[in-house]
């Protein structure tokens, strides 16, 4: 089992920036794929990005890339989504997410969640 908290969420204005961590117990993070989903009100919950277990791969949803950088650093057993040129439709409550395989942009893939931490973008 593995314990996931994501922190670092928060009010920011559009064009701004956040970077939310990931950190995890119970288990080394390096076992896990890591990946970030985000679900805004009314809205299913949707795929951000992942990493591999080595942080060698990362792959992200349209709607972020180019914006968002997804890392880990499993000797601190934490992960990382930086958000860049934020916009008032990445207002959601944000979550971190791990599986002991490579690869899903699923949420029903994945096998532990964090408790989620809301991000919201002002225009």
């Known amino acids: 089992q593995v314990q996931l908290v994501e922190s670092g969420g928060g009010l920011v204005q559009a064009g701004g920036s956040l970077r939310l961590s990931c950190a995890a117990s119970?288990?080394?993070?390096?076992?896990?794929?890591i990946a970030w989903f985000r679900q805004a009100p009314g809205k299913e919950r949707e795929f951000v990005a992942r990493?591999?277990?080595?942080?060698?791969?990362?792959y992200y949803a349209d709607s972020v890339k180019g914006r968002f950088t997804i890392s880990r650093d499993n000797a601190k057993n934490t992960g990382y989504l930086q958000m860049n040129s934020l916009k008032p439709e990445d207002t959601a409550v944000y979550y971190c997410a791990a599986r002991g395989r490579p690869g899903a942009t699923k949420a029903y893939e994945y096998e532990y969640w964090g408790q989620g931490t809301q991000v919201t973008v002002s225009s």
């Open positions: 119970g288990r080394t993070l390096s076992m896990y794929t």
């Open positions: 990493i591999s277990y080595s942080g060698g791969s990362t």
